[in-house]
């Protein structure tokens, strides 16, 4: 049995901190004494034996992530950066690794350097790989060359998603450069829990905004659609996160309701479904292989979701609305344009691969 650290950071919405929970939790029912670090918001996770520590926390302030605020919303300084750097440095002490996994750094998270570099600089003895999702953020011109060269003191990238499908150098060419280091590892699908009941969402309309505050424009466009269409042969569901709470149901047959953890489930049951294109619910729209139309998030020149849409509609897996082509008339012509996926045979058994993937440096 080896110790394994995990360091997560989401900033915005939720997938990142999921995603990584899913692999400490392979990892642990492997037998490996597996940490999750996790320095965004608590979220209730579900990392398996593995043990969820949370960091002093703290999110960007909007989708520019130019400022990241702490628990109270107040911006971070270095007072702050102090404690959580120590926080980090005293888990690594306490559990002494074997293996250190880091989400997106070097390539990212360039905010939390004052953390990370000590970190990595502290784990020199040991093996460390990075992780990332399928499509990568390319930095700026100006500081690629950096990042690129940081990831000599890694011994590997691990890249959740398929080589085939959607490969990381589609966004990062030069990352061809690290040869036999850059193994994609499949898809990451997170578990749902069990059903609420055996019938909800059979046949509906789902809508999902994600988990964090960037769908007002899909939800508002959404709702107007489904005011005008929903009866007793199409009802509708819309999981607006936390944006629910103002939003009454618009008409008779439409549910609205925060999100649910038995997402899965509600999807593979669904009629059609209209969502961004974050990659854990584009995950589970590969695995449901329902209908589905996606209008990826693309505020503050983000192009991750886009891409990833874009495979996904050139691979007939889905439908795909822009945000600026975005209206309750655009949407309703992709919903009913949008028909069951073709199995393309990709792989969402990422954690499970990752995990034994791991294993080759221990």
Request: hydrophobic residues 45%.
């Amino acid at each position: 049995m080896a110790k394994i650290l995990i360091h997560v950071q989401h900033l915005l919405g939720t997938g990142h901190a999921r995603r990584m929970a899913a692999i400490a939790k392979a990892l642990s029912a492997r037998g490996h004494e597996t940490v999750l670090a996790s320095g965004g918001p608590p979220l209730r996770l579900d990392a398996g034996h593995a043990r969820v520590v949370q960091l002093p926390a703290c999110r960007a302030a909007d989708a520019r992530f130019k400022t990241l605020l702490d628990a109270e919303g107040r911006a971070i300084d270095d007072s702050w950066r102090r404690a959580r750097a120590a926080a980090t440095r005293d888990l690594f002490d306490a559990l002494a690794p074997d293996l250190l996994i880091v989400e997106l750094f070097p390539l990212g998270r360039a905010m939390l350097r004052f953390e990370l570099e000590p970190l990595v600089a502290r784990a020199r003895e040991i093996p460390k790989l990075v992780s990332i999702r399928d499509v990568p953020q390319r930095p700026s011109e100006d500081k690629l060359a950096a990042r690129i060269a940081a990831l000599a003191d890694f011994a590997a990238v691990l890249v959740h998603g398929e080589a085939e499908f959607l490969p990381a150098t589609t966004t990062i060419p030069e990352l061809a450069g690290l040869g036999g280091r850059l193994i994609h590892t499949g898809y990451v699908a997170v578990e749902g829990a069990a059903p609420r009941d055996p019938d909800s969402g059979r046949d509906e309309i789902l809508v999902s905004v994600g988990g964090g505050a960037a769908g007002k424009a899909l939800l508002d466009a959404a709702l107007a659609l489904a005011a005008r269409r929903a009866g007793p042969h199409e009802r509708w569901r819309i999981l607006a996160g936390e944006n629910a709470a103002p939003h009454p149901a618009p008409a008779p047959y439409v549910a609205i309701e925060a999100n649910r953890p038995d997402f899965p489930a509600l999807l593979a049951r669904a009629r059609a479904s209209i969502s961004q294109a974050g990659y854990n619910t584009c995950v589970d729209l590969l695995r449901a292989r329902v209908p589905a139309v996606l209008v990826p998030f693309a505020e503050g020149n983000e192009r991750e979701q886009t891409i990833r849409a874009e495979a996904f509609a050139r691979a007939g897996l889905a439908r795909c609305v822009t945000e600026a082509g975005l209206t309750s008339e655009t949407l309703g012509r992709a919903l009913d344009q949008a028909q069951k996926p073709p199995d393309r045979g990709i792989s969402c058994e990422g954690a499970v691969r990752t995990a034994k993937i791991v294993e080759r440096w221990l």
